[in-house]
């Protein structure tokens, strides 16, 4: 019955800024683990951020700390991935992903076998 709809990607030129949604619907529940995954072209899935729905923890790549930010907004039942200082490297499809776990560690959120619900997915090409 979940649900998971990801949007807000497109082309932004390098140093630009971008924010990724991604709606929540169908049974879920506030304790879920949500998580922002990505992946080019011939490479693995990678971790991107995560968030407890609960709680609001957070915690992200090396590669995007201190340029990426999530967040959540629990009337909207929505994860946001805003984006800054975009570099051409973060080009990928971006995809939302829900955990339906109350555990909150690194062993668990940051590997992509662990999420049971995916978002289709939503293109970010950045430019030099």
């Known amino acids: 019955q979940v649900q998971l709809v990801d949007a807000g990607g497109g082309l932004v030129q390098a140093g630009g800024s971008l924010r990724l949604s991604c709606a929540v619907s169908?049974?879920?529940?506030?304790?879920?683990?949500m998580g922002w995954f990505r992946q080019a072209p011939g490479k693995e899935r990678e971790f991107v951020a995560a968030?407890?729905?609960?709680?609001?923890?957070?915690d992200y790549a090396d590669s995007v700390k201190g340029r990426f930010i999530i967040s959540r907004d629990n009337a909207e039942n929505t994860v946001f991935l805003q984006m800054h200082s975009l570099k051409p490297e973060d080009s990928a499809v971006y995809y939302c992903?829900?955990?339906?776990?109350?555990?909150?560690?690194?062993?668990?959120?940051?590997?992509?076998?662990?999420?049971?619900?995916w978002g289709r997915g939503t293109q970010v090409t950045v430019s030099s």
């Open positions: 968030i407890n729905w609960s709680d609001g923890n957070t």
């Open positions: 992903a829900a955990d339906a776990t109350p555990l909150w560690y690194r062993g668990r959120y940051y590997y992509a076998s662990t999420y049971a619900y």
């Open positions: 169908g049974r879920t529940f506030s304790s879920y683990n």
